[in-house]
């Protein structure tokens, strides 16, 4: 298993500011995954982050408005930028099991980070 | 694409009373396919998995069969707990070395005591 935390756990921000939420893991893996949960909603991927390599976005994702960083294989940020009320939403960061490899594609979360856009 | 269908919420059920909630999926190959959990105020849990068609993922008293004739992973507990109150999504992985989730839309479930 994985332990993650996140940070901020919640943040109240103004429309087009910019906040960037950090992702701390307990042990080294190779992807990291950011989510978003908007409000009533499922999860959507928004990024894979592969230490070492350009962050892969999905469809309706771009980089400008979602910069990640991945410097090493225990931590990665997700910057939200030039937010709007329609930015509102849990944002959460995964990992795979470090233990368990590719095969099962078993992935951890952490806590979220609570975002509301003014 | 991939995707995930799932039963459309909330439910309310008494405690001790017998849950399902219903999970196909569309995906091309054999896609790993879990369940997760995501209790009041508390991050996202898995739940149960299976890897291969008929394989049953079982955990705290629930069950869950992936069945390839039908796509399904329907999520059975015989008697819920109060306990049980969570939301609750379910997912697929397609295994193709892309290890994305692909999550359903999740069913809130309320167990009166």
């Known amino acids: 298993s994985a332990v993650i935390s996140q940070k901020p756990s919640r943040d109240i921000c103004q429309r087009g500011t910019s906040l960037t939420i950090q992702c701390q893991v307990d042990s080294q893996v190779t992807m990291m995954f950011w989510y978003r949960q908007q409000p009533g909603q499922s999860l959507t991927l928004i990024a894979t982050?592969?230490?070492?390599?350009?962050?892969?976005?999905e469809s309706g994702f771009v980089i400008d408005k979602f910069p990640i960083s991945r410097p090493n294989l225990t931590f990665s940020t997700l910057t939200v930028s030039n937010m709007s009320p329609e930015d509102s939403s849990i944002y959460l960061c995964s990992v795979e099991d470090p233990e368990s490899g590719r095969t099962y594609n078993e992935q951890f979360f952490g806590p979220g980070t609570r975002l509301t856009v003014l | 694409g991939d995707s995930v269908t799932q039963m459309e919420g909330p439910v309310t059920l008494s405690e001790e009373a017998f849950l399902t909630i219903n999970c196909t999926y569309t995906?091309?190959?054999?896609?790993?396919l879990f369940w997760y959990v995501q209790y009041p105020g508390e991050g996202l849990q898995l739940l149960l998995k299976?890897?291969?068609?008929?394989d049953k993922g079982s955990n705290k008293g629930f069950e869950a069969t992936y069945r390839k004739e039908t796509t399904s992973f329907h999520l059975e507990k015989g008697s819920v707990q109060v306990s049980d109150s969570a939301v609750y999504f379910c997912a697929l992985s397609a295994n193709f070395g892309n290890e994305k989730l692909t999550f359903g839309t999740g069913t809130r479930l309320t167990i009166i005591p």
């Open positions: 299976a890897t291969k068609a008929d």
């Open positions: 982050a592969n230490q070492g390599s350009e962050a892969t976005y």
């Open positions: 995906a091309t190959g054999y896609p790993s």
